[in-house]
């Protein structure tokens, strides 16, 4: 016996016959009595037919009358059967046996304790399309539900091979319009632009020197490769060596005035030398050929061989007075 059939024979009964009306007289002035029914009616209608034109009590019931022939009360009853005739006794007997199984099911999962059994329904569980149960469930059942699906799936994962489930597959990174990011050529440019970038700066930092820096530089460079070749120990007649050292400029030197004058070369870095009088600096740096012989600094280089010849002086009549007494 199906459900519908068990509404339909308890809860739905049929209309009883519709009693006859007595015929009467109709008299004159008498008020037609209003129809039952079904009556729609427009709440705006000021016209000859609506009766209700005066002020209307907010808080009452709102009542609505029609004489519309498209609404009277009909004669036939309006219900109608549904699902199969009504059932016989044997099919009600079995559909209250369900009904009270279920219910004890019900009473049975709202009243029972951790330690009961679970109950595991004999007919085939209803599955929505994420796998859960559908239907009424218990705490546990939807908890043990989750546990499942979650061990079935780490074991679907875990037996997937590399090539289906992507591990240990590179990383596919995109730009704002969806293109697919050469992530090695893009490491090569960033690398080859901070290459770039680090020899611009190392040639500011060297065009920032000077160029008897850079001459020196060059030349203490080619020292050590001729010092591949070079004896270990180097002796006093060796040529090479006592040529470097005659080619060194001392302003104390006692016996500069044997030697044969210097013809007037160019300098360290290529540019001929200034070949008149200069006073000396403390770099030992000789003024440009196209110097014009004023001095247009602030004085400080005067003052600092002035103060030191100053302090040298002391100390060798400091010297001298000791020795006096």
């Avoid at 000396?280 to 004085?299: A, L, T």
Wanted: charged share 35%; net charge neutral.
């Amino acid at each position: 016996m199906s459900l519908a059939d068990y509404l339909a024979k308890n809860y739905l009964t049929a209309d009883p016959a519709p009693e006859k009306k007595s015929k009467k007289r109709k008299r004159k002035g008498a008020v037609e009595p209003a129809t039952t029914g079904l009556i729609i009616a427009d709440d705006d209608d000021s016209g000859w037919n609506n009766p209700n034109t005066g002020d209307l009590d907010e808080d009452g019931p709102l009542t609505v009358t029609s004489q519309s022939a498209e609404f009277r009360r009909s004669k036939k009853s309006s219900w109608k059967v549904v699902g199969a005739p009504t059932p016989s006794s044997t099919d009600q007997a079995a559909a209250d046996a369900i009904i009270a199984s279920a219910a004890a099911e019900t009473t049975l999962l709202n009243h029972g304790t951790e330690d009961d059994p679970a109950v595991v329904p004999t007919s085939p569980v209803t599955t929505m399309e994420s796998g859960a149960h559908a239907g009424l469930q218990s705490a546990d059942q939807v908890t043990a539900a989750l546990k499942k699906r979650q061990a079935e799936e780490r074991a679907r994962f875990l037996e997937d091979d590399a090539a289906h489930s992507g591990r240990g597959s590179e990383t596919i990174y995109r730009d704002a319009s969806g293109r697919i990011i050469n992530v090695a050529m893009k490491r090569a440019e960033a690398r080859k632009a901070a290459e770039a970038e680090e020899a611009k700066q190392a040639a500011e930092r060297e065009a920032a020197k000077g160029a008897v820096q850079q001459a020196a530089k060059t030349q203490r460079r080619k020292d050590l490769q001729d010092a591949k070749y070079m004896p270990v120990s180097r002796y006093a007649d060796d040529a090479e060596l006592n040529d470097e050292l005659k080619a060194q400029d001392r302003w104390n030197d006692p016996a500069a005035g044997f030697l044969e004058a210097k013809k007037a070369g160019k300098s360290v870095t290529g540019r001929p030398l200034y070949r008149g009088p200069a006073e000396p600096n403390r770099y030992g740096i000789r003024p440009g050929h196209k110097w014009d012989g004023v001095d247009r600094g602030n004085g400080f280089e005067k003052e600092y061989f002035r103060a030191r010849n100053r302090r040298k002086n002391v100390r060798e009549l400091e010297y001298a007075w000791q020795m006096d007494e």
